[in-house]
Every structure is written in structure tokens, then in C-alpha cells.
Antibody, heavy 120, light 111 residues
Framework: EVQLVQSGPEVKKPGESLKISCKGS????????IAWVRQMPGKGLEWMGI????????RYSPSFQGQVTISADKSISTAYLQWSSLKASDTAMYYC?????????????WGQGTLVTVSS | QSVLTQPPSVSGAPGQRVSISCTGS?????????VHWYQQLPGTAPKLLIH???NRPSGVPDRFSGSKSGTSASLAITGLQAEDEADYFC???????????FGGGTKLTVL
């Protein structure tokens, strides 16, 4: 069974750093792209960026380029999303999702989400 | 402001049929990219509902169907059930952004 399990909720202060994780199981993690998707409170889904775990090829959405860093460690089947200096506007639910190419390019499995709250 | 435009809400009575539209442009749906749909039940992660315009993953009831034409796509739900009450998002790829784009989401209320 394919599963993506994300790290737990975080409460941080503005200016602090943070790294959240997404661990895959049930498939060959290194042969798929993993995306990160933001959902701000009461809002829609926003694609942030994506990484091919096998060689760490990364693409960022222009809206998030320079704001976050995506990485992965294929030896432990885990992808990461990190911030060097959080802002209150980073408060959101963050999902990782496996990208699948078949009938188009879509996200077939999703993590349960990591809620990040940034407040002074 | 999402790249793909969806109505904020739709509603229908149990047993009825509802449709949710998703309008894009020449850089995404109109460029020939497939459209995919996700269902997000309250308090849960999105779940793939339709891929490749009208393909249902295993386990998704055939009450759900999709279509695409030109720069738009639609999700239809027939035989509406209370458990269908959720947010629905469309998704495609976009050449201008060189990435993936979502609609703003549509909240389905079952009356």
C-alpha cells in the first residue's frame, strides 16, 4: 500500500527556521517526483515545487522560488520542505503528493498534511 | 487568484445531478493538457477523483465523471449522496508557469 506520512504540526515564531518531512512507503520512492502543495486557511491548493527523488532535480513555482527549499534523501525515502525565516503568512497546511505521469500529470497519493502555524 | 477558475459553490438535493466547471486558458487546458479532479472531505487531505479528463481510479464510484472541451472541463456527479459533500478541485499543467496549476475549489453542499 502506497503511503506518504508527514511530520507533525508545528508552531513557530516569525523569523524561525523549520523543516518538515514526508516519508514514503509501499513503492520505490526514488523513481517518482514528490510535490509540495500549500493550502492556506479556508483557501485553495497551490503547487509550490517538486523534486525527483532519484537525482534531486527540483522545480519551483515562481511564487515560491527563493521562499522555500525542497530536498530529499532517497536512502530513507523522505522528502523535505524547509524555511530559513518564517513569516506569519506562511501559516497554512502543507501537503506532499506523489506525481504520476499517465493520462496527463497528476497527484495520485497525498500525505495527511502538516499544519504550520507562525505566530508571535 | 487561481489560474483555473471554478464556481465557489454548488448545491443539490440527494439523488440529483450536479456539475462543476473549471475554466482555463490557452497555456493550460487549451494547450491540450489533461484535467484532473480531487475531492477534499472536511478536515482531510485531497484525494484523486478523476485523472486524464475522465478516468476514475479504482474505488471511485461511476457516479463521478469528467469531460473536457477547449479551454474548459467539467466534473459531473449523479445520484448525489450526503457523503459527497466536500470541496472539489481541478488541476492541470501550465506552459507559462512550467508547472502544475489548481482551481480555487468548489464547495458542494448536499441539501
Amino acid at each position: 500500500e502506497v503511503q506518504l506520512v508527514q511530520s507533525g504540526p508545528e508552531v513557530k515564531k516569525p523569523g524561525e527556521s523549520l523543516k518538515i518531512s514526508c516519508k514514503g512507503s509501499g513503492y520505490t520512492f526514488a523513481t517518482y517526483w514528490i510535490a509540495w502543495v500549500r493550502q492556506m486557511p479556508g483557501k485553495g491548493l497551490e503547487w509550490m515545487g517538486i523534486i525527483y527523488v532519484g537525482d534531486s532535480d527540483i522545480r519551483y513555482s515562481p511564487s515560491f522560488q527563493g521562499q522555500v527549499t525542497i530536498s530529499a534523501d532517497k536512502s530513507i525515502s523522505t522528502a523535505y520542505l524547509q524555511w530559513s525565516s518564517l513569516k506569519a503568512s506562511d501559516t497554512a497546511m502543507y501537503y506532499c503528493a506523489r506525481n504520476r505521469y499517465g493520462s496527463g500529470s497528476f497527484f495520485d497519493f497525498w500525505g495527511q498534511g502538516t499544519l504550520v502555524t507562525v505566530s508571535s | 487568484q487561481s489560474v483555473l477558475t471554478q464556481p465557489p459553490s454548488v448545491s443539490g438535493a440527494p439523488g440529483q445531478r450536479v456539475s462543476i466547471s473549471c475554466t482555463g486558458s490557452s497555456s493550460n487546458i487549451g494547450a491540450g493538457y489533461d484535467v484532473h479532479w480531487y475531492q477534499q472531505l472536511p478536515g482531510t487531505a485531497p484525494k484523486l477523483l478523476i485523472h486524464g479528463n475522465n478516468n476514475r481510479p479504482s474505488g471511485v464510484p461511476d457516479r463521478f465523471s469528467g469531460s473536457k472541451s477547449g479551454t474548459s472541463a467539467s466534473l459531473a456527479i449523479t445520484g448525489l449522496q450526503a457523503e459527497d459533500e466536500a470541496d472539489y478541485f481541478c488541476q492541470s499543467s501550465d506552459t507559462s508557469l512550467n508547472g502544475w496549476v489548481f482551481g480555487g475549489g468548489t464547495k458542494l453542499t448536499v441539501l
